[in-house]
């Protein structure tokens, strides 16, 4: 069963947008964080953006300022289930595998990633 769904991936120029979407599943209730890591090729998985059910917004600091986590808009209120990654003046170094990430009850839940290709 997939938990967690994410769309939105490609092939996109320097400078370029994107917009990644991460729906989880009806069977993850209570889900109080979702964010979004990504993993570079031959690098370790890191943490991109979060967003807590009561709206608190996370970057890295290599994101802040392009990237923007929001809740889908249709989810404007509690519980937390679908959310969004605005990507903007993407760059090179933002090539990796984008994976959602949800926590419900202390337990970490991962979709299964989607490809960011930034390349001219």
């Known amino acids: 069963q997939v938990l967690l769904r994410e769309s939105g991936g490609g092939l996109v120029q320097p400078g370029g947008s994107l917009r990644l979407s991460c729906v989880a599943s009806e069977s993850l209730e209570n889900i109080y964080a979702m964010n979004w890591y990504r993993q570079p090729p031959g690098k370790q998985r890191e943490h991109v953006a979060g967003?807590?059910?009561?709206?608190?917004?996370?970057?890295?600091?290599?994101v802040e300022g392009r990237f923007t986590i929001s809740r889908d808009s249709g989810q404007s209120t509690p519980p937390l289930r679908a959310v969004n990654l605005q990507m903007n003046d993407l760059n090179p170094d933002d090539t990796a595998v984008y994976y959602c990430?949800?926590?419900?009850?202390?337990?970490?839940?991962w979709g299964q990633g989607t490809q960011v290709t930034i390349s001219s």
């Open positions: 967003i807590t059910n009561g709206g608190i917004t996370n970057y890295a600091h290599a």
């Open positions: 990430n949800a926590w419900q009850g202390g337990v970490p839940y």
